[in-house]
């Protein structure tokens, strides 16, 4: 590594002041998974480190609005064990489980991961499904920026120098929605996936029409990517094996994927479609399984006595 200044601030106005001082010569760190990492290889080399592991109230995960909030310095690991996030949002909780090893998790930041913008990483598809939104904060406010429009190319994002994750939020889903997030792994299991899918389903109240679908990819592009023409063959449709065979169709055509040692482009292409059509199979699967289970719950009705 070259040489670095390493600055420890303990208040968002602190890290605001290094970040206006330095400008794009710094580089914040929080769990360093990645950056570390990067910066031995020089692929990155900042004059000025922050720290961001003094500041406090970053790391909370919390109800808001009915949906979830969580800090962008909370690390994955407290995302996967949150009984909160478990109970609301089963579907993060399971994404998280899946990213790399446990050592990684618990030091990984959510927000941290999200500004590194791999497109090959596990959380963003699943967001992208989720509706989920990002706060960026700096001296001069803060947006909100919704997490499809977050990622901009490889490693890029909208995120500017003077800028923070400060607070990721999920939205409540809406009532009879379930999702899914798969990852299709070419050699073991804390690896970066060759294809990853996620899908968040919306039924009616007969369960038998989609009423709403968001589908995410991962790994099969620049960035993840959100498959809209495949969600629009689904809206409205009934619940049927021929129309998750046809978005997954359409999903194949919306990624571009790179060819490298986990396998061709072509190849991966094919495999998006594969893993959209499972993802969406195990969504479909879990509510129904939700229903009848609810069903079978339900006391018996008490006979009258004559």
Same mark, same amino acid.
């Given at each position: ?14 890290? +605001? ?137 490889? +490693? ?110 072509? +190849? ?39």
């Amino acid at each position: 590594m070259i040489a670095f200044e390493y600055r420890t601030p303990k208040s968002l106005k602190e890290v +605001y002041a290094d970040l206006r001082e330095f400008g794009t010569d710094a580089k914040l760190i929080a769990g360093g998974t990645a950056l570390v990492i990067m910066m031995k290889q020089r692929l990155v080399r900042p004059s000025c480190l922050i720290s961001l592991r003094a500041v406090r109230g970053l790391n909370n995960i919390a109800q808001k609005d009915g949906g979830l909030k969580i800090g962008g310095l909370a690390t994955h690991r407290e995302v996967e064990i949150s009984s909160l996030v478990r109970r609301r949002t089963a579907l993060l909780a399971e994404t998280y489980r899946h990213v790399a090893t446990i050592r990684v998790r618990n030091m990984a930041t959510v927000g941290g991961g999200l500004a590194h913008a791999d497109p090959n990483q596990d959380p963003p598809p699943t967001l992208i499904a989720l509706g989920a939104t990002v706060k960026a904060s700096s001296a001069d406010g803060s947006r909100v920026i919704p997490i499809e429009e977050f990622f901009t190319d490889y +490693y890029e994002t909208v995120l500017k120098p003077e800028e923070i994750i400060t607070e990721i939020y999920v939205p409540k889903l809406p009532a009879g929605s379930g999702g899914a997030f798969l990852k299709f792994l070419p050699r073991t299991a804390d690896d970066y996936a060759t294809v990853s899918a996620a899908a968040v389903v919306t039924l009616d109240r007969s369960k038998k029409t989609f009423a709403d679908v968001r589908i995410a990819l991962g790994s099969v592009g620049t960035t993840p990517i959100r498959a809209r023409e495949a969600e629009a063959v689904l809206r409205g449709q009934p619940v049927k094996p021929e129309a998750l065979r046809e978005a997954a169709e359409k999903a194949k055509a919306a990624v571009d994927p790179i060819s490298d040692f986990r396998g061709s482009s072509a +190849y991966k292409k094919e495999m998006a479609g594969v893993f959209v059509r499972r993802a969406l199979e195990k969504a479909v699967a879990g509510l129904t399984a939700r229903k009848a289970k609810a069903k079978t719950s339900r006391p018996a009705p008490r006979r009258r006595r004559r």
